[in-house]
């Protein structure tokens, strides 16, 4: 093991930055080991120097002057720990530009302007290492890019955010509404105080890009598919769905149907008892299907700082080591023209849980079902729980839940047009695939 220490700098020292400061100070024997070479945190990067952060650093390290960083000839590896867009792409610019290689688990930025910042890393002669971008302290990155390399992937299934899965785990588990579930979400630190990209989808679909892009070679972007969140996911959909044998999942989907990529993130209905099915609280899970392995699974802790900061603190070590430099100008990101064209949305096919307030009165049902039938869906099941509201001009509705056969996207949508002219029934109504 050489002697002489490697010099890294954090840019970004909130909670994973301040996670991966405690690693690297409280854990130097073992990374020196592991990276084959001492480990220096150099310099740490803050917006406020009076902001107590609960761990010591020595004299001098913490700065508000990213030019420090920039400019310090001895500082190999900058882990760039700022989120969003801007200005993060403007650092990560200037840092690759002063000759440092990158970690990051800056998910949203890749997702935007992955094939940019990456283009412009190989014409330097750099690398950007990115684990903790997708499913936290989960070594999913380097298991999609190089662990199953003589795969192709043929299907991703996730759950992707931790916030959603502990606010759906706790409606579902403490019979709790979806605002009573957020606020609690809120106290214990699982979701910000702005929550929307988690419960809105946001969140997961940019991570689902980033995946898709390793498995297959496809540059996709958010609006490229649907995205719904759980924010406007009612408890009796839960609860329903509980009574028909499944729980509900926030579920990313990305796989390949007759040579075109499904991808879809959004509430899905998943048999009990099934591996994603147990997946509770603030955890992640992806199933993976390769067409030389079969299925593998992977689960653990999505987010937070230390399960964040693990993997963070790999990639350090794999591009002190050189496994970084060695995979990263071999990532098979991005090809034109894309080897999988995107599957219409309209073809997405599926079973699918349906909700209906409907008035309390003859006849509905065999309208509902007209309607149906003639837009080619099939009916598996219905059920139909007593009386127990009213709609607007206070007339009695009842819930009416369906579950259809197998049938497309774009017959449902064309049937919710038609039975959108239905006075007996009072919107909004709530649909959601099923996967058994």
């Not at 993130?265 to 199933?287: D, K, Y």
């Not at 064309?414 to 909004?428: D, H, K, V």
């Amino acid at each position: 093991m050489s002697e002489q220490p490697v010099s890294v700098a954090i840019v970004g020292m909130g909670t994973v930055g301040t996670g991966v400061a405690r690693v690297l100070t409280e854990q130097p024997d073992r990374i020196a080991r592991r990276a084959g070479r001492p480990v220096q945190l150099k310099h740490a990067v803050v917006r406020d120097l009076k902001k107590s952060r609960g761990i010591e650093l020595p004299p001098g390290t913490v700065t508000t002057d990213l030019a420090r960083v920039i400019h310090d000839p001895e500082v190999q590896i900058a882990i760039l720990l700022v989120g969003g867009i801007h200005p993060a792409r403007e650092i990560l610019l200037d840092l690759l530009a002063a000759g440092k290689d990158i970690v990051t688990a800056n998910k949203a930025l890749l997702c935007e302007h992955g094939e940019e910042l990456f283009a412009r890393a190989r014409d330097l002669g750099r690398t950007i290492a990115f684990e903790a971008a997708v499913a936290g302290g989960i070594p999913i990155i380097n298991t999609v890019s190089q662990c199953l390399a003589a795969n192709q992937i043929t299907s991703i299934s996730a759950i992707l955010n931790g916030t959603s899965n502990y606010i759906l785990t706790q409606m579902i588990s403490e019979n709790w509404p979806y605002r009573q579930a957020l606020a609690k979400a809120q106290e214990l630190g699982y979701a910000e105080e702005d929550p929307t990209l988690d419960i809105d989808g946001t969140d997961a679909a940019q991570k689902l890009v980033i995946l898709t892009q390793l498995a297959y070679g496809v540059r996709a972007s958010v609006a490229d598919f649907p995205r719904q969140g759980i924010d406007t996911l009612d408890l009796a959909d839960l609860t329903y769905a509980g009574e028909l044998g499944y729980t509900v999942k926030l579920l990313a989907v990305s796989k390949l149907v007759d040579g075109q990529l499904e991808m879809h993130v959004q509430p899905t209905l998943v048999r009990h008892h099934t591996p994603l099915a147990e997946v509770r609280g603030p955890f992640n899970a992806i199933a993976l299907v390769g067409d030389v392995v079969g299925e593998t699974w992977y689960s653990g802790r999505g987010a937070g700082q230390m399960p964040t900061a693990s993997s963070v603190v790999a990639d350090v070590i794999d591009t002190i080591a050189g496994r970084t430099r060695l995979t990263f100008p071999r990532l098979e990101v991005w090809r034109e023209p894309a080897p999988f064209p995107m599957q219409p949305r309209e073809k997405i096919v599926s079973r699918f849980y349906l909700r209906f307030s409907v008035l309390d009165q003859p006849h509905v049902l065999a309208d509902i079902a007209d309607i149906l039938g003639r837009n080619k869906i099939s009916i598996a099941s219905v059920f139909q729980h007593e009386a127990e509201g009213s709609d607007e001009a206070g007339r009695r509705t009842v819930p009416l839940v369906i579950m259809t056969h197998r049938t497309t996207v774009g017959n449902i949508e064309s049937a919710e047009r038609e039975l959108a002219r239905l006075t007996a029934i009072s919107p909004p109504h709530v649909r959601m695939p099923v996967v058994n």
